[in-house]
């Protein structure tokens, strides 16, 4: 199974920035499809970007345009970069990475969107 290791979440003021990184762990990760998700306390886990390994994305409505989803293939790293942060987008991050149907999670990593 792939491991992954979240960082780079943290307290930051509305209308701030931040980057997520999301290290993987395993040989087939340039044809994996990799995401990150967000779950609020009291709410469904969902969907917030994707990148297959070709580079297609995919965003969720709530945050096109201010987040940017990305992938280094050769460190085996997706990253998603937040602009705009907004208080509503409060929650534990989660990477994904899916390949031929089997998903693995990382642990998550907090982030505050808090004056």
């Known amino acids: 199974q792939v491991q992954l290791v979240e960082s780079g979440g943290g307290l930051v003021q509305p209308g701030g920035s931040l980057r997520l990184s999301c290290a993987a762990s395993?040989?087939?990760?340039?044809?994996?499809?990799m995401g990150w998700y967000r779950q609020a306390p009291g709410e469904q886990r969902e969907l917030i970007a994707t990148?297959?390994?070709?580079?297609?994305?995919i965003y969720a409505d709530s945050v096109k345009g201010r987040f940017t989803i990305s992938r280094d293939n050769a460190k085996r790293t997706v990253y998603l970069q937040m602009n705009s942060l907004k208080p509503e987008d409060t929650a534990v991050y989660y990477c994904?990475?899916?390949?031929?149907?089997?998903?693995?999670w990382g642990q998550g990593t907090q982030v505050t969107v808090s004056s």
């Open positions: 395993g040989s087939f990760f340039s044809i994996s499809v």
């Open positions: 994904n990475s899916r390949l031929v149907a089997v998903d693995s």
């Open positions: 990148i297959a390994g070709g580079g297609n994305t």
